[in-house]
């Protein structure tokens, strides 16, 4: 019988051992950058919605009797929304990259992606029959190359926030890259969407929409959960006739298409969300501790990079004590050696907040820096 249990032990040794917490403390570390988990008015549509007859869950897939109003209306809203000619809606971001990477790519493709791309991305990748080609994270020259050396249609994966990093894609680049190789572009905006662009709706907001394709996921700073794949109609379709995770699966419940829909409209109806939070990461980036996190990104998420698991567990442990509910990320979700506490803004957030947690960080960066 396989031993889980020596197993556990010896992640436990290696400090990689995770257990679930409870939320406890000043929110660090959600991905709630709006707060519209929270906010009154999706509420209100909640109750607005089931007290109308809305019924709980869809009932089956989406290409049987799982397709409902709710979802129509969100996708037709989508599409208008992020200017694109059509949207297709998930129950989650994990599942619409699956859906994306298991389907589009074909045998006699390539898929060039970016080594800090997430794990759904890399699990779609993985389960793809497509070559695929993982290039140094963000270097223009090594997506040349790989696009160069590249067989059958090309599809370059980035993010357009990392997840870890908080750095950016150089989206504009790797567009114009895509449009010399006639690749297609996929960008992750699980961060991006609701933080950047004009409107909110993503640092890919503006560029032209021929050969790229967007993921919006919904529960960040849209406050909800599920993925919306953004593409040409044609993909769209193709996902609908061959994705295995969409075809395969009960529709997301109506209510969260529903509630995506309003949290979309909220984005729109309350800019102050975004520009309070972007107030916030102008501040962050003048303290001491951040300073140097910043670097030539900004973003809401901040890495405090430490490199020793042990360390990270422990400078999180005490900060958490301290009322901060700051967590250790640690390999593999981050490459070896770079363990790190993950600090994220939201507008749950005061600036009184981020001067506590300067004060209590920093010592402990000075004593690892020393
Ligand atoms: C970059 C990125 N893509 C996709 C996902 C998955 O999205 P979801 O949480 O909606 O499943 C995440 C979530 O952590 C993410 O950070």
């Known amino acids: 019988m396989k031993n889980f249990r020596q197993q556990l032990d010896d992640l436990k040794g290696k400090d990689r051992y995770r257990s679930l917490n409870l939320p406890s403390g000043i929110d660090f570390t959600s991905n709630d950058y709006l707060g519209l988990r929270a906010h009154p008015e999706l509420r209100r549509a909640a109750i607005a919605a089931l007290e109308g007859g809305l019924d709980i869950g869809a009932g089956g897939s989406r290409l049987l ?7 129509a209306a969100l996708e037709e809203f989508a599409a208008r929304y992020f200017g694109v000619e059509a949207a297709l809606f998930f129950a989650s971001g994990f599942q619409a990259n699956a ?7 074909g045998r006699d493709d390539t898929v060039i992606f970016d080594a800090l791309i997430h794990a759904s991305a890399r699990d779609g990748i993985q389960a793809s029959n497509a070559t695929h080609a993982r290039v140094p994270h963000n270097d223009l020259d090594a997506y040349e190359d790989a696009l160069k050396n590249a067989k059958g249609q090309r599809w370059i994966a980035v993010e357009s926030v990392y997840s870890m990093d908080g750095d950016r894609a150089p989206l504009k680049e790797l567009y114009a890259l895509a449009q010399k190789y ?6 992750d905006e699980a961060h991006g969407t609701g933080v950047f662009g004009d409107s909110g709706k993503g640092v890919s907001e503006g560029l032209p929409h021929e050969n790229l394709i967007t993921l919006h996921t919904c529960g960040k700073a849209l406050g909800v959960a599920g993925g919306l794949v953004c593409a040409p109609r044609d993909i769209i379709n193709y996902m609908v006739n061959r994705a295995r995770p969409f075809i395969y699966s009960t529709a997301p419940m ?3 298409a529903v509630l995506v829909k309003r949290a979309l409209e909220l984005v729109q109806e309350e800019p102050q969300r975004r520009q309070a939070l972007h107030k916030l990461m102008h501040y962050a980036s003048s303290m001491d501790f951040l300073d140097g996190l910043f670097g030539d990104h900004f973003s809401p998420i901040l890495p405090v990079i430490l490199g020793d698991d042990g360390v990270a567990v422990d400078i999180a442990k005490s900060l958490q004590q301290k009322g901060f509910d700051i967590r250790a990320i640690r390999p593999p ?3 070896e050696n770079t363990a790190r506490l993950r600090i994220s803004l939201s507008v749950n957030i005061t600036e009184q907040n981020l001067r506590d947690l300067n004060a209590h960080l920093l010592p402990y960066l000075r004593k690892k820096a020393a």
Do not use: C, K, N, W
């Open 182 to 187: 006639d690749a297609y572009l996929i960008v």
């Open 333 to 335: 979700t981050v490459p």
């Open 65 to 71: 009797r799982g397709h409902t109003e709710s979802h």
């Open 254 to 256: 109506p209510l969260q």
């Open 99 to 105: 859906a994306i990477f298991g389907t589009l790519p």
